[in-house]
């Protein structure tokens, strides 16, 4: 099985190439670090959802690490609307731009500073000519195929990838993690009775078939034991800090309850 990060099949090659987080700043507002799935296929290469400011120059090294380069990203799936998910669209505003065609409408029309919305990118995406509104069914790249999924949004899409052998489910924030899944609820819904028969088509989608695997949109991926969420890959989450006199002096602090270190930082 994978390591969490790389999984092939059906002519696909799919990278995890960003790990969500399925956690929160307790001081200092939304961390908002969201998975972003890297798929290729023959010739055509997409990315599932591209995260954040924060996320801008990571998913540059991560593309770069694999020989690419934003232009050479043909297409974005975006799951829905909110900033940690989509604001990154305009580094890759040459692909054609998948986002359902719902989840559009409502973003328009959400008052200014009340939603984690970016009201001013989604008004251009709006307009950008290699948009394409998606309906529930579509299928949005070869293969791939969107299913709405209400409750964190009107329009959230789940994206099932067929691999022939077996399905990847990304369920962006229709079902954010591991306790939301196995919960039937979420920390960020808008109708609690969607959100719970969302997350059960996320499970039927899941267990359609064995060996199928599920990426949610802040969370590592898992697979289904005996009907029990087990994560594949570690995950890996930490923050550097200046707290001395000195900008070469530098804190690491897990982000993980064992305390454990990234391996980059583990030697330091």
Not at 38 to 57: C, E, P, T
Not at 245 to 252: H, R
Request: aromatic residues 8%; negative net charge; glycine residues 10%.
């Amino acid at each position: 099985m994978s390591d969490g990060k790389r999984f092939s099949g059906g002519g696909f090659e799919i990278d995890i190439i960003v790990h969500g987080f399925p956690g929160k700043s307790v001081c200092h507002g939304s961390l908002g670090f969201c998975t972003i799935a890297l798929i290729r296929k023959d010739a055509r290469i997409a990315l599932v959802d591209v995260g954040s400011f924060g996320q801008r120059d990571l998913l540059r090294a991560e593309l770069a690490a694999r020989g690419l380069a934003p232009g050479d990203i043909t297409d974005l799936l975006l799951t829905h609307a909110h900033y940690d998910h989509t604001i990154n669209w305009t580094l890759f505003s040459h692909a054609d731009i998948a986002i359902g065609r719902e989840e559009l409408a409502w973003s328009l029309e959400v008052p200014w500073g009340e939603t984690p919305v970016p009201e001013l990118y989604v008004e251009k995406l709006d307009q950008w000519p290699t948009l394409r509104r998606i309906e529930d069914g579509d299928e949005v790249f070869p293969g791939i195929t969107a299913h709405q999924t209400p409750g964190h949004t009107p329009g959230s899409l789940v994206f099932v990838l067929d691999t022939g052998e077996r399905d990847l489910v990304f369920s962006g924030d229709a079902c954010k993690n591991r306790a939301e899944l196995l919960s039937r609820a979420a920390n960020m819904s808008y109708d609690a009775d969607l959100t719970r028969a969302s997350i059960q088509t996320i499970w039927d989608l899941w267990r359609r078939r064995p060996g199928n695997v599920l990426v949610p949109g802040h969370d590592l991926p898992m697979v289904l034991e005996d009907g029990v969420p087990r994560y594949l890959g570690e995950r890996e989450a930490a923050i550097s800090a200046w707290y001395g006199e000195d900008l070469n002096e530098t804190t690491v602090i897990s982000l993980l309850p064992d305390g454990r270190l990234p391996a980059r930082n583990a030697a330091e």
